[in-house]
């Protein structure tokens, strides 16, 4: 007991742990940083690529007919079929809406709380969360960023070739 | 007093011999400090030269992701895609090669069918000049740049049967 409080109210040394003290702080610093941006880029990318899916199932959904009399209007049903089906395919998520890497390892996931699709205004709403994870994730667990997007269609000239 | 006032560096001191002032150690540390600021505005000016291949490669990066956006709005290679290009380059100051590849035309007018992919390619040489002396041409390192980036079209081309 002695012997640790001579240690404790010792001054030497004391140079060395502050050095270590700055060290740490430093590179803890530099770790948040870094992991912010890289988890603000791979959130930018997938609401690049969601909004992308969802445009493109939106314009695969619209009824052409209905342009002819200056009408917009969707099969909502489709949108949705095509919205999924650009997940799987061209995302390659999994049945679970996981995203792993060629290496085989989880990046992301994606949890949809709700897909509302409209056929009148062609409209197709996608909300949820991003869960993924992070190096810090032994301290706050995963990390849940939340997206929500709107895709709508209002063009009522008759598109694609003539 | 006298003796004082004769004493190197005293009042009617004569002036130090050359010998004697590069041994001396008088106002050594204000040389030391000219020294050590001029060694850090060096330094500073060599990363911030440096600075300029980053910002080169980032424009670079920029003008593929545009140039890809518009490819997928339009979902075919038309002028207003090469319009887009001629006017970052004159943004930017670069001039890179364009190359689109990978990708499956619809029809023979360079459609790309919705959910089809394409790859934009940029390539560029960037002259990083090293130092530019005044008496001869200056110094210059190439630096080969590419960017590729991966779209797909947004637009659903109706064709005809």
Sequence with gaps: ?162 | MNKQRRKPGGRFSPPFPLKQVLSGRAGSTYFELMIKFIIVITLMATVLSFLSIFTVYLNLNHMCGRIVRVIELDGQISDNVYDVFFRLKEQTGLSPTITIEDVTYCDGQQRIQLRETFTVRLKYNHSFTVFSPSSSPPLQIGIPMEVRITGMSEKYWKLLE
């Design chain 1, 1 to 162: 007991m002695n012997k640790a409080l001579t240690i404790l109210k010792s001054k030497h040394g004391d140079g060395l742990i502050f050095v270590f003290i700055i060290v740490f702080v430093i590179f803890t610093l530099t770790a948040m940083v870094i992991e912010y941006y890289r988890m603000d880029t791979m959130y930018q990318q997938i609401d690049y690529v969601l909004r992308r899916g969802m445009d493109s199932s939106v314009e695969y959904a619209m009824l052409d007919e209905y342009r002819r009399d200056r009408y917009a209007r969707m099969d909502s049903v489709l949108a949705q079929e095509k919205l999924y089906e650009y997940l799987y395919e061209s995302v390659k998520l999994d049945q679970d809406l996981n995203k792993y890497s060629d290496e085989g390892q989880w990046v992301y996931a994606l949890e949809i709380e709700s897909l509302t699709a409209t056929d009148d205004p062609p409209r197709l709403v996608l909300k949820g969360y991003l869960k993924t994870r992070s190096i810090f994730s032994f301290l706050t667990g995963e990390v849940r960023l939340p997206f929500n997007l709107t895709s709508a269609n209002a063009r009522i000239d008759e598109g694609g070739s003539p």
